[in-house]
């Protein structure tokens, strides 16, 4: 089992609706959860990050984590074309372990 | 802003050859990183460093060494490159004692080993 596991997509969603993205993790220790968004050839960029049970929003963004049930998510509400990208959940105990990315596309 | 800097985007070599690949941090980050990218494998850490001269493996350093005399600069190096070897490099550092920290990532180097 993977460390940390996100379904790779492609997820397509509407412009304007609100697009759900998921983790799940094994660690139980794990404390610190990030999400990065890496654009086709580019590197991967810091969205927000959540240490805490429960919601963080910032902007158009919202990160949940459940640490009982070991999964982490990402909403991006009103949705841009911009926003298409692949998007990867980070998470660990002792050292980060990336997921493989889900691919989201923002249909016009 | 943190800066990371990478000394090449795109690289080609020949099977054999060796391979340096340079990493530059500007925000005095004790930790760096060096990761490959494969389609459907997601990053994969290959070495980190956690101070000067100290360096620790990652999950697939077979073929690759690093080197770390100045604690802006993280090298990666290949002894003798091979096919398998071609794909995305990135660099990433962060602050502090733990591994724990947000990290910054380079642009990335593209390598192609014919």
């Known amino acids: 089992q993977k460390e940390v596991e996100q379904n790779s997509g492609p997820l397509s969603v509407p412009e304007g609706a609100i697009a759900s993205l998921n983790c799940t993790y094994s660690?139980?220790?794990?404390?610190?959860f990030f999400w990065y968004r890496q654009y086709s050839g580019k590197s991967p960029e810091l969205i927000m990050f959540?240490?805490?049970?429960g919601d963080k929003e910032d902007g158009r963004f919202t990160a949940q984590l459940n640490k009982a049930s070991q999964y982490v998510s990402l909403l991006i509400r009103d949705s841009q074309p911009s926003d298409s990208a692949t998007y990867l959940c980070v998470g660990g105990n002792e050292k980060l372990t990336f997921g493989t990315g889900t691919r989201l596309t923002i249909i016009p | 802003d943190v800066k990371v800097t990478q000394s090449s985007r795109y690289l080609v070599k020949r099977t054999g050859e060796k391979v340096f690949l340079e990493c530059v941090q500007d925000?005095?980050?004790?930790?760096m990183f060096w990761y490959r990218q494969d389609p459907g494998l997601g990053l994969r850490l290959i070495y980190f460093s956690y101070d000067v001269k100290m360096k620790e493996k990652g999950d697939i350093p077979e073929g690759y060494s690093v080197s770390r005399e100045k604690k802006e600069r993280f090298s990666l190096i290949l002894e003798s490159a091979s096919t398998n070897q071609t794909s995305m490099y990135l660099c990433?550092?962060?602050?502090?004692?733990?591994?724990?920290?947000?990290?910054?990532f380079g642009p990335g180097t593209r390598l192609t080993v014919l």
């Open positions: 925000m005095d980050h004790e930790n």
């Open positions: 990433a550092s962060s602050l502090g004692q733990s591994m724990m920290n947000t990290q910054y």
């Open positions: 959540i240490y805490s049970n």
């Open positions: 660690d139980r220790g794990s404390q610190s």
